[in-house]
């Protein structure tokens, strides 16, 4: 009653039921073969609306498919849906400069096939949503013994449907703590891999530091834009491994003067402390310090459309 066969037949009966999608979409249920990447559009100064490195994040996507065994999808096809769905949410857009819009786009495969294997179609969705007024409270985080997000040549570095899976569980608990997000480390507990969904940054002798992408680490595009923007202010940046020994010793001593966390939710968001077995280390400041400041500062200038955007990283949903 229980055996292949028999879920598919009840996958069938759901479909006569009225839930179409789930009839092709065998892959994505079965083997978890779902690739999402985030978007965000702002409000600019001038009152028109720009994406956030659109091609960086539609090469994730497609990155996050080759290696789930997805088709590709062409920039023309996302960067049309992604617009139109702006297009549509825009009325919800508020007229503040910096104001934003999320998106997901979605790729799932395509399929009817109980064993899983290669798609060769897949569905694509683009959801949107008006977030919440960011939060913009400093976070704390903890580490947590008996869990870990990614591993080399596993998909932690992309982002992936299962991926994001791994650390809904994990993430209760942090907060169950009085934490925002769990401190992921490698499987030893020795290194420093992120700060829950996001990328970390550390201030460690003055040098801005971040954990290098060795394949467990998400490649971040706000972690890549601070880099960049570091780099062009004549800022040292380090991509090292980050041990986390030298943080905890070095938050205590005064050499680690500051974290924070990316994402393209949160922007460059101030940690303020860190946990690790059941003693909370706290940076000098509650608030942000002076770099994450900076760095805040300088991402936001770009999303307001208010600071030079060198990089040609926002691209209008129209051109004006
Ligand atoms: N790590 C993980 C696991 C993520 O899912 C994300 C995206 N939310 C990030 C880091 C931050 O990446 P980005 O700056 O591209 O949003």
Redesign the pocket.
């Known amino acids: 009653r229980t055996g292949k066969r028999r879920s598919w037949q009840r996958l069938t009966v759901a479909d006569r039921d009225g839930i179409p999608a789930l009839r092709h979409t065998a892959g994505a249920l079965l083997a978890g073969q779902t690739v999402v990447d ?1 978007f965000a559009a702002y409000r600019l100064a001038d009152g028109t609306v720009a994406v956030f490195r659109p091609d960086s ?1 539609i090469k ?1 996507l497609n990155n996050g498919a080759r290696r789930l065994a997805l088709p590709q999808v062409d920039f023309d096809r996302v960067w049309s849906s992604v617009r139109a769905m702006i297009e549509l949410d825009e009325g919800w857009l508020p007229q503040r400069a910096g104001a934003s819009l999320r998106l997901r786009a979605v790729l799932a495969a395509d399929g009817t096939e109980l064993t899983p294997g290669p798609a060769d179609h897949c569905l694509f969705y683009v959801l949107g949503s008006v977030p919440a007024a960011a939060a913009k409270k400093p976070l704390k985080a903890m580490t947590l013994d008996g869990y870990v ?1 990614a591993w080399p040549g596993g998909t ?1 570095d992309l ?1 992936t449907g299962g ?2 899976a791994v ?1 809904v569980v994990p993430a209760e608990i942090a907060r169950n703590y009085g934490n925002d997000h769990v401190l992921w480390l490698d499987g030893e507990g020795r290194h420093v891999q ?1 700060i829950g ?3 970390a940054f550390f201030v460690i002798d003055g040098v801005l530091t971040t954990p290098a992408l060795d394949r467990t680490v ?1 490649p ?4 890549d834009s601070v880099v960049k923007l570091a780099r062009d202010a004549g800022t040292a940046v380090a991509e090292r491994p980050v041990e986390l020994a030298e943080v905890l010793k070095g938050i205590a001593d005064g050499s680690v003067t500051e974290c924070f966390a ?4 949160d922007g460059v968001a101030p940690v303020v402390s860190l946990g690790h077995q059941g003693e909370e280390y706290r940076f000098a400041s509650a608030e942000a310090g002076p770099v994450t400041a900076r760095f805040r500062e300088l991402l936001d200038g770009i999303h307001r459309g208010e600071s030079v955007d060198r990089f040609g990283w926002m691209r209008r949903i129209t051109e004006v």
């Open positions: 985030e994040h994730r997000r932690g982002r991926g994001l650390g992120q969904e996001l990328n998400l971040g595009i706000t972690r990316t994402g393209t939710a």
